[in-house]
């Protein structure tokens, strides 16, 4: 008996050792099955998911303003710091469908528009739209900062006198993002056709596109799927002062590749800073159940060109570097002294923190970050926070400008976001369950494998059972 079980037993530790190696082979095998096929149809093609995901974004996506009201407007001409008080949001839908597509070299790119329209949200917002904001006057910095000679600046200074246009200006909201005709700006036009007299933070944005771009659509490589090649004709900048700095790298922010890794960094082209910027893996999360990771760009992205030298190149002029936390974008702005940032200054140095009261800077409300599903790159929830900033400063020539100080002045920040929408997550819960399956299928094999050479085990040695036991025990029982 003993000897057949024996027998039995190594036979069936063989059979599972069989099993539990093709078990090891399947375990490697399945994952990398189910990663080609979720290549293969995250691609930019006519009739894909991931072709009508970017052509139209199915998530609802919002632009969130949060406008800083000056309530000092006196005391900061005397030179104090100037005091803020947030008040928003203003939210308005965005729809941004991709127009005018069409594929180029065999499939392997395709050109587009991506077109922005927004529409306000009442029931969304704190207020209607002619809710009043006291800010700088923007119009009035940018002809300052604009002026190239003495004569024009006394003519500027002049007619701001004559039309009692001061530093400071009240407008409404709508004014404010989408324009309004300035007084100081059609006289001006007048000596300068060439000039607007519409200003806007957001002039021209709405209903328009920020221009052409092509992207690559992953046909011959997944990792390229959406990558911008081209914007506006151009597979670099022209405004910084670094060949690193003025390299269009990654994608729009809209779209990521398949099979995401938390080891990776993920690089963006943000037309609205006027650059590419990246980010890394923060951490796991999960999003109306989806399993993803977040990713936000860590703090060296907009450090100074003293902690981080790479960001050298965005000090303009060359060597003219800001502290942390803020870029000078007047080059892609018509030398207007626009200055962007993380809202409230987050990330950024404490100087610029402190130089204006009511300023409080928080991870949770005012960091940038995406959380994508790692195995087939699909955007889960994001948030685009940025705050536009106006270099304020005395010169001498300008006496509206009193005895201001030199100061950062923090005029409004928005919040760009979308969470996948419900239909969406039922189509991704079900590659889940195809993931879990094929990812448990080796371990349910070597679970089978067990049970039935255990099972078979039993039976053999139970079939032998009878005849030994006759035979041993007859004599005894004489």
């Not at 052509?55 to 632009?63: G, H, L, S």
């Not at 992205?301 to 974008?329: E, Q, R």
């Not at 409004?412 to 969470?419: D, K, P």
């Amino acid at each position: 008996m003993r000897k057949s079980c024996c027998i039995y037993s190594t036979g069936i530790i063989s059979i599972l050792s069989l099993i539990l190696g093709i078990s090891l082979v399947l375990s490697s095998v399945f994952p990398h099955f189910l990663q080609a096929l979720v290549k293969k149809e995250i691609i930019l093609k006519n009739g894909t998911e991931a072709f009508n995901a970017w052509e139209n974004p199915p998530a609802p996506i919002y632009m969130q303003f949060y406008f800083f009201n000056l309530t000092n407007p006196l005391e900061m001409l005397e030179g104090d710091r100037p005091a803020v008080v947030e008040i928003g949001p203003y939210t308005y839908r965005e729809y941004r469908p991709m127009e005018e597509v069409s594929f180029l070299e065999n499939g392997t790119k395709v050109s587009a528009v991506n077109r922005k329209t927004y529409i306000f949200q009442p029931d969304m917002s704190r207020g209607p739209e002619t809710d009043l904001i006291r800010t700088v006057n923007i119009p009035a910095m940018v002809s300052i900062f604009k002026v190239d000679s003495r004569i024009m600046a006394n003519i500027i200074s002049a007619l701001m006198t004559s039309l009692g246009e001061g530093l400071f200006t009240t407008r409404t909201v709508g004014e404010l993002l989408w324009g309004y005709e300035d007084r100081l700006l059609q006289d001006l036009k007048k000596l300068k056709p060439s000039i607007d007299d519409v200003f806007g933070l957001f002039y021209k944005n709405n209903g328009s596109n920020d221009g052409e771009y092509v992207f690559l659509t992953g046909l011959k490589n997944s990792k390229d799927f959406a990558r911008v090649d081209t914007w506006n004709g151009n597979r670099s900048l022209n405004w910084w002062t670094t060949d690193e700095c003025n390299m269009i790298n990654g994608t729009n922010g809209a779209s990521f590749h398949p099979v995401v890794t938390r080891n990776e960094t993920l690089y963006m082209f943000v037309s609205d800073l006027c650059r590419s910027l990246y980010a890394e893996y923060e951490e796991d999360v999960s999003v109306k159940g989806i399993p993803g990771y977040r990713f936000s760009p860590p703090t060296k992205v907009f450090a100074s060109a003293k902690v981080n030298p790479d960001n050298a190149g965005f000090c303009v002029p060359a060597g003219n570097c800001l502290g942390s936390g803020v870029l000078n974008v007047s080059p892609c702005k018509q030398g207007a002294p626009i200055l962007m940032s993380s809202p409230h200054f987050y990330q950024g140095d404490d100087t610029f923190v402190q130089a204006v009261f009511g300023m409080e800077p928080k991870k949770e409300w005012h960091q940038t970050s995406i959380d994508l599903n790692p195995l087939t790159g699909i955007v889960l929830q994001a948030a685009k926070r940025l705050q536009v900033n106006v270099f304020v400063q005395k010169i001498g020539v300008f006496s509206q400008t009193g005895n201001v100080r030199n100061v950062v002045f923090p005029v409004v920040w928005l919040n760009e976001s979308a969470v996948i929408d419900d239909a969406s997550v039922l189509k991704l819960k079900t590659v889940m369950v195809e993931q879990t399956v094929l990812v448990n299928i080796p371990f349910m094999l070597i679970g089978l494998g067990i049970l039935i050479g255990l099972l078979y085990m039993f039976l053999m040695c139970q079939q032998t059972v009878p005849e030994s036991t006759s035979a041993e025990r007859l004599p005894l029982l004489s």
